[in-house]
């Protein structure tokens, strides 16, 4: 029943901040249950690895290659056009850290703000009051803030840099007052759930008034076969309780099918190259948005397990050795490990 109520405030709320994204995600959760047809709900786009913080849990910073050529404002409008066809409602910016990207602004009136709701993660560091005035006169109607502890002590030793929390702080206050949407997001471990932190975490967030989406653990690597992040059956059943609170959420709660994860099968990764994945925890490439069309990378995800279908929950985050036992290297043409 939590989850219903939840999505039920979710709905309203979407009809009255964004009633063309509304629509889409109506027309597509009737194609998804009546004609049981995959559509695209979401696509994650990081815009650059780079970032001010050292985070213990980053998944991004092995992929991170100067070298490289980040996705262009074309590149980036072009691939969540792409997305936006096969059914995407939302096309949610992330990094590494986007506000490091001189041109944020711009890529966030690129994404189509007027037919999709278009979306950001932040450290906050950057979210002043003149940028969140910027980022909503582009087009950007959410922002969802990092938090990882309860006070600036717990928080800035995970974020590895001083003054993270306070900054999350103000820029959750300079976001609302621009007129953004707020989310708080964290991850839950057995260290925050033993220690009373993941808790102390929710009440924050209830004290802000912000909903805080609460996702499971992943090992930063998922190919090393010595780093199992998952949870035990206590942990699970604690994390559970967590989800049944009014200001709490995870990324399996808004599908448009079953709740569970929607990595391949409802929601994409494309990284700050171009290459498209599952999600950032998974590291296989299905394809470059500079060689194909994301509809041709997205069926050939979709096209057999594991993505061909919803999983109870995050399949990395559940068995961390799960990649090795069951999927081992992919033979597959056009996939590859990142």
Same mark, same amino acid.
Request: net charge positive; with cysteine.
């Given at each position: 029943?939590?989850?219903?109520?939840?999505?039920?405030?979710?709905? =309203?709320?979407l009809a009255a901040r964004h009633p063309r994204a509304l629509l889409r995600a109506a027309g597509a959760c009737v194609r998804t249950a009546f004609l049981r047809q995959k559509v695209l709900r979401s696509v994650e786009v990081a815009l650059t690895y780079r970032c001010q913080a050292a985070c213990r849990h980053c998944w991004q910073i092995s992929l991170h290659d100067p070298a490289s050529r980040e996705l262009t404002m074309a590149e980036v409008e072009r691939a969540s056009r792409e997305c936006v066809a096969l059914g995407a409602a939302n096309v949610h910016l992330t990094g590494g850290e986007p506000l490091l990207?001189?041109? &944020?602004?711009?890529?966030?009136?690129?994404?189509?703000? *007027?037919?999709?709701?278009?979306?950001?993660? +932040?450290?906050?560091?950057?979210?002043?009051? +003149?940028?969140?005035?910027?980022?909503?006169?582009?087009?950007?109607? %959410?922002?969802?803030?990092?938090?990882?502890?309860? +006070?600036?002590?717990?928080?800035?030793?995970?974020?590895?840099?001083?003054?993270?929390?306070?900054?999350?702080?103000? *820029? +959750?206050?300079?976001?609302?007052?621009?007129?953004?949407?707020?989310?708080?997001?964290? &991850?839950?471990?057995?260290?925050?759930? !033993?220690? *009373?932190?993941?808790?102390? &975490?929710?009440?924050? $967030?209830?004290?802000?008034? =912000?909903?805080?989406?609460?996702?499971?653990?992943?090992?930063?690597?998922?190919?090393?076969?010595?780093?199992?992040?998952?949870?035990?059956?206590?942990? %699970?059943? $604690?994390?559970?309780?967590?989800?049944?609170?009014?200001?709490?959420?995870?990324?399996?709660?808004?599908?448009?099918?079953?709740?569970? @994860?929607?990595?391949?099968?409802?929601?994409?990764? #494309?990284?700050?190259?171009?290459?498209?994945?599952?999600?950032?925890? %998974?590291?296989?490439?299905?394809?470059?948005?500079?060689?194909?069309?994301?509809?041709?990378?997205?069926?050939?995800? &979709?096209?057999?397990?594991?993505? !061909?279908?919803?999983?109870?929950? @995050?399949? #990395?985050?559940?068995?961390?050795?799960?990649?090795?036992?069951?999927?081992?290297?992919? #033979?597959?043409?056009?996939?590859?490990?990142?």
């Open positions: 029943m939590a989850r219903f109520a939840r999505l039920a405030n979710d709905v =309203v709320k990207r001189d041109d &944020i602004c711009e890529i966030v009136a690129a994404c189509g703000p *007027g037919a999709v709701l278009v979306s950001m993660s +932040t450290n906050g560091i950057l979210l002043d009051r +003149t940028r969140s005035l910027a980022l909503k006169s582009a087009g950007l109607r %959410m922002v969802s803030i990092s938090i990882d502890g309860s +006070t600036p002590a717990a928080h800035d030793a995970c974020r590895g840099r001083e003054g993270c929390f306070e900054a999350a702080l103000a *820029g +959750t206050r300079y976001a609302r007052e621009a007129g953004l949407q707020v989310f708080w997001n964290t &991850i839950v471990n057995s260290l925050n759930i !033993d220690g *009373g932190e993941i808790r102390r &975490i929710v009440e924050l $967030a209830d004290r802000q008034g =912000v909903v805080l989406t609460v996702n499971l653990p992943a090992a930063p690597d998922m190919w090393d076969p010595g780093r199992g992040p998952a949870l035990s059956g206590e942990h %699970m059943a $604690a994390y559970r309780s967590l989800l049944a609170l009014s200001n709490v959420r995870w990324e399996g709660g808004s599908n448009y099918g079953r709740e569970g @994860c929607p990595a391949g099968v409802e929601k994409v990764f #494309v990284s700050p190259y171009g290459e498209v994945m599952p999600c950032v925890t %998974m590291r296989l490439s299905y394809g470059n948005v500079r060689e194909l069309p994301v509809r041709d990378i997205w069926r050939r995800m &979709i096209a057999g397990p594991p993505f !061909d279908r919803i999983h109870d929950r @995050c399949l #990395v985050a559940k068995d961390g050795k799960y990649w090795r036992r069951h999927l081992g290297p992919p #033979v597959e043409s056009g996939i590859r490990l990142l």
